[in-house]
C-alpha cells in the first residue's frame, strides 16, 4: 500500500525546493539524494515532488517552464501555507531535519555553544537559518558561479544582498536582492565602491577611481567596469533593489568637487 505523504515531509521537500534551481529538480541530484535517505521515499518521489512544487510557482509558471501538474493537489496546500513565510517555512523545516537526525537545530547548523552566550538564543538560531537558506538560494540560482568573475569554488563565494539584512526585513529572503559574488567584490559592493546600473553593467565609484593608478585597480577593477554580469535565467537583480543601493550605498562617503 502506497505511504501518504506527511505534512512534515513535504515542508523538507519545499525548504529543498527553493533552495534548487530549476535544473537541478532531478533524482540524481545530491541534496534530492539526501532528502530521500532521511525521510524513507526514494529519489523518484522526492524529484516529482520537487517539480509539482515548481508547477505552483509563478515565477516558473510566468517564465514558460512547467513543473508537473499531476499530483499538485498535494503540494499546492503546502505551498500556500508557506507562501510569502519563507523565514517560518526554512526554521520549521530544519526543526523538523534535527528531529529526524535525533539531534538540535544547534548543532545541525555546527552553532558553538559560546556563540550563544548573551544573545536571544532563539532569534540567534534562525538568524543562521535564515543566512544559510539564503546562501544556499543564491549559489545555486546562480550555478555557484560569481556573477562578476565565473569564480566556481563555493568557498570563495559570498550570497550579498543588494539591500542588506537589516535594512528591509521583508525582503531578506527574496533571491532577487541577492547576488552571488566573490569576496573581493562582495566586499566592495557592500562598502559602495562598486554598484551595477539597470542594464546589470558594473559600475566603479569615484573613491575607488582615486586608486586607478594602482596594479591593482587596473587588474581588478578597471577590467570589469562596463561588463553585464553573468545573469541566472530566473530570479534575476530587482532594479528597484539595485536603485536603493545606488541611491543609499554607491559612493558614499565621498563627494566629487
Known sequence: M???????????????????PFGRLVRTTPEVIELANLIGRSNNA???????????????????RTGMVGGISICK????????????LF???????????NCTVEKLLEID????????????????VNQQAFRSMILNIYD???AITGINVPELLVASHIIPWAENTEERLNPENGLCLS??????????????????????????KLYHRE???????????????????YHRPNKTFLEWHRDMIFNQGYEVY
Open 46 to 64: 522526492v524529484a516529482l515532488r520537487l517539480v509539482n512544487f515548481a508547477a505552483c510557482d509563478p515565477v516558473i509558471i510566468e517564465s514558460g
Open 91 to 101: 526554521y520549521e523545516a530544519q526543526q523538523i531535519k534535527a528531529s529526524l537526525k
Open 144 to 146: 555557484n558561479h560569481c
Open 183 to 208: 569576496s573581493l567584490y562582495d566586499k566592495a559592493f557592500d562598502r559602495g565602491y562598486i554598484s551595477l546600473d539597470n542594464q546589470y553593467r558594473v559600475i566603479i565609484a569615484e573613491k575607488l
Open 2 to 20: 502506497r505511504k501518504l505523504w506527511t505534512h512534515d515531509e513535504l515542508v523538507l521537500t519545499l525548504d529543498l525546493y527553493y533552495r534548487l
Open 113 to 128: 555553544e559560546t556563540e550563544l552566550q548573551g544573545l536571544d538564543r532563539k532569534a540567534y538560531v534562525k538568524q543562521r
Open 215 to 233: 596594479p591593482f585597480y587596473e587588474k581588478h577593477f578597471a577590467s570589469i567596469e562596463g561588463t553585464t554580469i553573468h545573469l541566472p535565467e
Open 77 to 88: 496546500p503546502i505551498w500556500n501555507e508557506y507562501d510569502g513565510q519563507k523565514e517560518k
